[in-house]
Nanobody, 120 residues
Framework: QVQLVESGGGLVQAGGSLRLSCVAS????????MAWYRQAPGKQRELVAV???????NYADSAKGRFTVSGDRGKRTWNLQMNSLRPEDTAKYYC??????????????WGQGTQVTVSS
């Protein structure tokens, strides 16, 4: 059973920074994509940033220039460095991984989410 656990959320003033981390554990053969999503109250979950299987990174327009995603497949961890935070970044952030278990097919796994609140 694969599990993802996030950490690093919290309350920060506008203009501040936070670093989110995700650690994957379990019977993992390989990790394909490593991503961060967020969901604000009353809104749909949206992709924030992703490290692709090829190692490139992609960002939502709202995150470009402020957020940096990184990942280490060997350590089964990925991070989201968030700078210049804005009140509209307030949401619950989820890490997501497309992961193949030993003896299985690749599937999407989610963490439990970590709350990020940015005050004005």
């Amino acid at each position: 059973q694969v599990q993802l656990v996030e950490s690093g959320g919290g309350l920060v003033q506008a203009g501040g920074s936070l670093r989110l981390s995700c650690v994957a554990s379990g019977s993992i053969r390989n990790i394909n994509t490593m991503a961060w999503y967020r969901q604000a109250p009353g809104k749909q979950r949206e992709l924030v940033a992703v490290v692709t299987s090829g190692g490139s990174t992609n960002y939502a327009d709202s995150a470009k220039g402020r957020f940096t995603v990184s990942g280490d497949r060997g350590k089964r961890t990925w991070n989201l460095q968030m700078n210049s935070l804005r009140p509209e970044d307030t949401a619950k952030y989820y890490c997501n991984g497309n992961i193949r278990e030993w003896g299985g097919s690749p599937g999407d796994y989610w963490g439990q989410g970590t709350q990020v609140t940015v005050s004005s």
